[in-house]
């Protein structure tokens, strides 16, 4: 089974940050990756696919590179509203979870 | 717009059957993937299984043994069942879309776009 480990567990930024989430994948699975936000009681959001696709309505100062192994999530300039829970996932295996927090 | 609604007992008894309902509104069932995933509370997200609407199902090797899905086309539901139930399957409970393209066993992978609101499944006696 493919394993899927995101770093850090917990980020602590401010507005106006660059951040940046790191996924990987026990094995190689090309570019098949997606990322989603979570805030609190809500169903997650789907923000990035194919590694490095933008999800139709998603605020470009979010995106995605890597592939193989290796991936990451990018926020260009974080804000207010992106305080969330961000989870990296493969065809059938999420990650554990990046906290994004207030600094 | 294609919206997704979950139902089904909000409280299951140990060792029986849990037994949810996903409904689609705004659009077909059809010629998509549809999956199961659950979120115990304070945890992260854990893919449960998918299905397609030709009835082909995926399911998560750890409780492979204890999931069943089905689909109805007529009704624009999907459904799962999870038996023996434990206290460690209080979770919520979400379905949503699943954009997977498979070409000659191979999976090509888009993501979840489409999610239901959730809902909260209790193992208790």
């Known amino acids: 089974d493919i394993q899927m480990t995101q770093s850090p567990s917990t980020l602590s930024a401010s507005v106006g940050d660059r951040v940046t989430i790191t996924c990987r994948a026990s094995q190689s699975i090309s570019s098949w990756l997606a990322w989603y936000q979570q805030k609190p009681g809500k169903a997650p959001k789907l923000l990035i696919y194919k590694a490095s696709s933008l999800e139709s309505g998603v605020p470009s100062r979010f995106s995605g590179s890597g592939s193989g192994t290796e991936f990451t999530l990018t926020i260009s300039s974080l804000q207010p509203d992106d305080f969330a829970t961000y989870y990296c996932q493969q065809l059938w295996t999420f990650g554990q979870g990046t906290k994004v927090e207030i600094k | 717009q294609v919206q997704l609604q979950e139902s089904g007992p909000g409280l299951v008894k140990p060792s029986e059957t849990l037994s949810l309902t996903c409904t689609v509104s705004?659009?077909?069932?059809?010629?998509?993937?549809w999956s199961w995933i659950r979120q115990p509370a304070g945890k992260g997200l854990e893919w449960i299984g998918r299905?397609?609407?030709?009835?082909?199902?995926n399911y998560n090797p750890s409780l492979k043994s204890r999931v069943t899905m089905s689909v109805d086309t007529s009704k624009n539901q999907f459904s799962l069942k999870l038996s023996s139930v434990t206290a460690a399957d209080t979770a919520v409970y979400y379905c949503a879309r699943d954009r997977v393209t498979e070409l000659a066993s191979t999976y090509y992978y888009y993501g979840m776009d489409v999610w239901g609101q959730g809902t909260t499944v209790t193992v208790s006696s």
């Open positions: 299905i397609y609407t030709s009835g082909s199902t």
């Open positions: 705004g659009g077909s069932i059809s010629s998509y993937y």
